[in-house]
């Protein structure tokens, strides 16, 4: 909250507004942050999605659709779910990697989501989000936030392929 510096408004709130009823999602407060890497929803009780104050007009559709697809599997309730069983099984290592590949299963189910409607130049755009969210990331001095914006590594190309290639996660796959 200390780092919040204003809710979106204009036109970006008409965007917004937009994508909510095109997902069929009741709207959430949207607040523009510094200093965020990327994108996240955030909050249990009263969800809210937080901006980077540097996220450019061009980018801000495909990724308020992103958060909004977590919010809409309800993935901030779901990771409740999986901090209490690493709390748990704080001792147990399978449950730590299984906690870490369900975030990944999270962010690749939502990317699915975001690019099914899009033609492969919007997927382009989107991947490229996706890579500077994660260039954001190694800024020096920056805290990062728990999203998966800002994957780096073997998981960010896996997930840049898949939204170049397409390729559907399976859902089933997803809860086993």
Known sequence: KTNRIGEISGELKEIYLQVCKERGVKPVPVYFADPIPAACLVGVFRPTIILPLI?????????????????????????????????????????WVAATLYGTDCELHCDDRVIAPMSMSERKEYANVLVLAAAKKSKPGIGVVATGMTMTGKKLQNRVLTVLKGRQTKRWLTIA
């Open 55 to 95: 996220t450019t007009p061009q980018d801000v559709k495909s990724v308020l659709t992103h958060e909004i697809c977590h919010l809409k599997n309800r993935d901030h309730l779901w990771g409740i779910l999986r901090l209490f069983c690493c709390v748990i099984h704080w001792f147990n290592p399978l449950v």
